[in-house]
């Protein structure tokens, strides 16, 4: 007898947590399925031949138009759980940004709205991302 593997798809992305010096993390409001008009992270797929920093930089000025070199992210963790989407396996990789005072942030992408949280009065969050903002907040 022998074994049968089963293979699973996984897609990989990237998030990114911009608090600036007031200690606010900067959300989206979803405009698409999963959790449509909830709060989130920037954030999304990691594009072919494109590296996981590369991304974060990339959704982040999409999404909210604030632009960082790659400087300006640091890596925070992985979030790797099954069950995390429920579109299927997904893995992130997680960046923190110290972002300026006086960042502004407007929606574009696939955001709705973009909005400065107070990191001890967050909403709600689609995914598990009040878990990878806590784990960004603790590097602080």
Known sequence: MTEIETFETIRL???????????????IERGWAPY??????????????E?????????????TGVVLGAAGLRQIGVWDQPGRDPRGRYVTIAYLAAVPEGTTATPGDDAIATRWYPLDALPELAFDHSDIIRAAAAQL
Do not use: F, Q
């Open 51 to 63: 590296t996981s920093l590369t991304a974060a930089g990339r959704e982040l000025a999409e999404e």
């Open 13 to 27: 992305t990237s998030d990114v947590v911009a608090i600036d010096p007031a200690g606010r993390v900067l959300l």
């Open 36 to 49: 449509a008009g909830c709060w989130a992270l920037p954030g999304g797929h990691v594009d072919p031949g």
